[in-house]
């Protein structure tokens, strides 16, 4: 039955033939997953709805499950340093000025259900990986003082350098 069906009807199963090698498309099913994964509702893609605007040139954010992952390019470069513990020094400012912008651009009660946020600032020497939790980074936002700052950031934030 289905054999003269599909005898008779060549060109509808070329068609259902074509649109199969489609869908197992690599490049396909990437669409199709990342699509399924925005439509989820978390609170990392409540934030990422409003930090996706506010993302400047160097900064990439996306989530894995319910955890905010940001990337930034660095915009010095080592050789420039004459005092490798300065460039280590900015490396670290970039990181916490990194994650106070998270938590000033990211709705406060989103963010405070997510997870863990994963911040790294990429150099051409060195990666600064830091990881701390979403109700830590809504706290930063409050923060005046730079002490104050300062001392939150020890407390709250694991850091690891990569030097390459």
């Known amino acids: 039955m289905i054999a003269k069906f599909a005898m008779k009807n060549s060109v509808l199963m070329i068609g259902v033939l074509f649109f199969i090698i489609f869908l197992m498309n690599t490049d396909v099913k990437n669409i ?37 992952e940001v990337e930034v390019k660095a915009p010095f470069l080592a050789a420039k340093y004459k005092d490798q513990n300065r460039f280590r020094g900015d490396m670290y400012r970039e990181v916490a000025n990194n994650l106070m912008f998270v938590s000033k651009n990211s709705p406060s009660d989103g963010l405070s259900r997510v997870d863990i946020v994963t911040m790294k600032v990429i150099a051409d020497k060195m990666t600064i990986s830091a990881v701390t939790e979403g109700k830590f980074i809504v706290e930063l936002a409050t923060l005046k003082s730079k002490d104050g700052m300062a001392e939150h950031l020890k407390a709250t934030v694991k850091v690891k350098e990569f030097v390459k």
């Open 32 to 68: 199709i997953y990342s699509r399924t994964n925005k439509l989820k509702a978390t609170s990392c893609q409540s934030v990422m709805v409003m930090l996706e605007k506010r993302l400047l040139a160097g900064q990439s954010a996306k989530c894995n499950n319910n955890n905010l």
